[in-house]
C-alpha cells in the first residue's frame, strides 16, 4: 500500500491563479480530511468527507473548494491564490469516522503565494 | 469552543534520558479523546498515542506513555529512553467523542536530542 500520497511537494503560485492540490488513498478509506499548518500553529481542519459525493466545510474553508467523486482521490482546490494561502497543506484519511480510526497523513505539500 | 496549548515551544533532552512534553485543553465536553502526534523532519504526521477521556487509566506504547490528568485538563506525553530518531515536532491534539470530525490542535513542541 502507498498509504496517502499527495501531488506536489512543493508548489509556487502568483495571487490571483487557481490550481489542484492532489491527495490520493488506496486503504479504502471512507473519511478524508484537508489541513493547513502555519508556522507556531496547529494544524486546521479545511474540509472533509465522509465518503464518495460528500464533502462539508472545516474549521478555515474560504478560499477552497473540494469533491469527491471516488473513494480513492479528495482534490483541493484554491480558486483564486493570496498570499494569507502560503502554508503546508496536509490529507489525511480514515477507514471510519470514530475517534478510535487511526487517521493516516500524507507527506504534505508546501505552497508559496507570491 | 476547545482549545489545545502546548506551553514549550523547545525541549531538549539527552540520549537514553526521560523528557516530558506538556499539553492542557479546554473543553466542557464529557467525551473526549486525546492525541500524541510525532512530526519528524520528513513531515509528516504519524500518531504516537491515543487517550479516551473515560478511561482512567493512562495509555502507554512503548516508550512513550501518557499523564492524562482528567480533573486538571492535562495530557502530558513521557518519553523514556531518548532515541535520536525521536527528535521531532510532537502535537497534542483533541476530538470530540460525537459526530464532530474535527482534530483541535496545539501549537507543537520541537524536540532536540543531544548525543
Known amino acids: 500500500n502507498a498509504g496517502v500520497t499527495q501531488t506536489p511537494k512543493f508548489q509556487v503560485l502568483k495571487t490571483g491563479q487557481s490550481m489542484t492540490l492532489q491527495c490520493a488513498q488506496d486503504m479504502n478509506h471512507e473519511y478524508m480530511s484537508w489541513y493547513r499548518q502555519d508556522p507556531g500553529m496547529g494544524l486546521r481542519l479545511i474540509h472533509y468527507?465522509?465518503?464518495?459525493?460528500?464533502?462539508d466545510q472545516g474549521e478555515v474553508p474560504n478560499g477552497y473548494n473540494v469533491s469527491r467523486s471516488t473513494t480513492e482521490d479528495f482534490p483541493l482546490r484554491l480558486l483564486s491564490a493570496a498570499p494569507s494561502q502560503t502554508s503546508v497543506y496536509f490529507c489525511?484519511?480514515?477507514?471510519?469516522?470514530?475517534?478510535?480510526?487511526?487517521?493516516?497523513f500524507g507527506p504534505g505539500t508546501r505552497l508559496t503565494v507570491l | 469552543a476547545q482549545t489545545v496549548t502546548q506551553s514549550q515551544p523547545e525541549m531538549s533532552v539527552q540520549e537514553a534520558e526521560t523528557v516530558t512534553l506538556s499539553c492542557t485543553y479546554d473543553t466542557s465536553e464529557s467525551d473526549y479523546y486525546l492525541f500524541w502526534y510525532k512530526q519528524p523532519p520528513s513531515r509528516q504526521m504519524i500518531l504516537v498515542i491515543r487517550?479516551?477521556?473515560?478511561k482512567q487509566q493512562n495509555a502507554t506504547e512503548n516508550r512513550f506513555s501518557v499523564n492524562f490528568q482528567k480533573a486538571a485538563k492535562s495530557f502530558s506525553l513521557k518519553i523514556s529512553d531518548s532515541q535520536l530518531g525521536d527528535a521531532a515536532m510532537y502535537f497534542c491534539a483533541y476530538r470530540r467523542g460525537d459526530s464532530n470530525y474535527q482534530l483541535i490542535w496545539g501549537a507543537g513542541t520541537k524536540l532536540i536530542i543531544k548525543p
Open positions: 487517550q479516551e477521556a473515560y
Open positions: 489525511a484519511s480514515s477507514f471510519g469516522t470514530s475517534p478510535t480510526n487511526e487517521q493516516f
Open positions: 468527507s465522509v465518503g464518495a459525493g460528500i464533502t
